[in-house]
């Protein structure tokens, strides 16, 4: 049972260059989420997506763009990486509770170390 | 989103029960309380949540007052390996149909445990 998997864990990448990072989760989770830590302060919230197929803007959406085309994963996209996005990403993902109780606690995965020169 | 307040750090000897504080003097009907552990180089875990008096579980317990202004964690018997950053969140329990929930991570309290 490996939880939420984020590929790669390390990247260095020049300004302009782009790459996706790749959340993959065997939970069978509806909502996934992807947050931006950087040093010394707490995850801010980028994109997140509450089913196959559907994404939303979160707290610090510019400059990146994400797609959920299947369950299991979802991936976040930087068109054309600039310093200021170098940090620490997290994916995380919750279950939907029956009964509207939708908010259930997120289970993470162990980061994307991200630079950019 | 109901803002939380919390100590940046504490520190602890080793075998000691450990009670952090969070305020969250804004909290709306239907927020619950969640707290999350967070190793170097590693995400967030899930440690407790809870809506109004106490909780328990084999980890951690949260208690939290009639008001629901506030709310502290207790680590029972704390070792070197509690020592990491802890995050307390308020967040709507019943989010809207096609939602989810936003959480809001502060700078969190780090807590240092030592011999």
């Known amino acids: 049972n490996a939880g939420v998997t984020q590929t790669p864990k390390f990247r260095v990448l020049k300004t302009g260059q782009s790459m996706t990072l790749l959340c993959a989760q065997d939970m069978n989770h509806e909502y996934m989420y992807w947050y931006r830590q950087d040093p010394g302060m707490g995850l801010r919230l980028i994109h997140y997506s509450v089913g196959e197929g559907t994404t939303a803007k979160g707290e610090v959406p510019d400059g990146y763009n994400v797609s959920r085309l299947k369950k299991q994963n979802f991936l976040l996209g930087l068109e054309s990486a600039a310093p200021s996005q170098t940090s620490v990403y997290f994916c995380?993902?919750?279950?939907?509770?029956?009964?509207?109780?939708?908010?259930?606690?997120?289970?993470f995965g162990d980061g994307t170390r991200l630079s950019i020169l | 989103l109901a803002k939380t307040t919390q100590p940046i750090s504490m520190d602890s000897y080793e075998g000691q029960e450990v009670n952090i504080t969070c305020s969250h003097n804004?909290?709306?009907?239907?927020?619950?309380i969640t707290w999350y552990q967070q190793f170097p180089s590693q995400g967030p875990r899930f440690i407790i949540q809870?809506?109004?008096t106490k909780v328990t579980n084999e980890v951690a317990s949260l208690f939290i007052p009639a008001d629901r202004k506030s709310s502290t964690l207790s680590l029972p018997r704390v070792s070197l390996s509690d020592t990491a950053v802890y995050y307390c969140l308020v967040g709507d329990r019943r989010a809207e149909t096609g939602t989810a929930s936003k959480l809001t991570f502060g700078t969190g309290t780090r807590l240092q445990v030592t011999l």
């Open positions: 804004n909290i709306a009907t239907n927020d619950y």
């Open positions: 995380a993902s919750s279950y939907l509770r029956s009964g509207g109780y939708s908010n259930q606690p997120q289970h």
């Open positions: 809870g809506y109004k």
